[in-house]
C-alpha cells in the first residue's frame, strides 16, 4: 500500500519534478526531500502510537502481575458444615505481587523497524524518480 501510494505520487508530480530538475535541481535533493517528506511525520508518529499503547496497557492490565497458587476457605459463624464444599466460598491466597517493567527495547525494537521498513519502501519508490524527473516529461501532455 505504502509502495503504491509514494509511486502514485510520483507520477503524479512528474511534470513538476522535471521542471525542477530542467531547472538545474539536483535528483539528489529531490530524492532527500521526499525522504523527510515520509520520515518527518513518521517519527513523532512511532512514538505517539508506542506511549498510547503502553498508556493503554497499562489502563486495561494494570502495572503489577499477582500469582495465587493456593486458597483457604474460613466458614462464618453459624455456617453449615459443607460451607467450604461450594467453591465460591474459597478465598485465594496471593502469593506473589510483582511490578511489571515496560519494555522498552522490544518497544524501540518495534518503532525502529516500523521506520526502517517504511523507509525502505520510500527508497525503493525513488527508483522511479530518475524516470519521473525525465526532460521529455515536460513535452506529454498531463
Known sequence: GLLVAALDQFLERRRTLAALVAQGTPRGVLARAAMLQVLLPLLPGVALGSVAGVLAARGVYGDT????????????????????????????MIDLVRAVPIPWADLALLGGGAVLATLAITAASLLLLRQSTDITELRTAA
Open 65 to 92: 502481575a499477582q500469582a495465587s497458587t493456593s486458597v483457604s476457605c474460613s466458614p462464618p459463624a453459624g455456617a453449615p458444615q459443607n460451607w467450604c464444599e461450594d467453591a465460591s466460598h474459597f478465598t485465594p
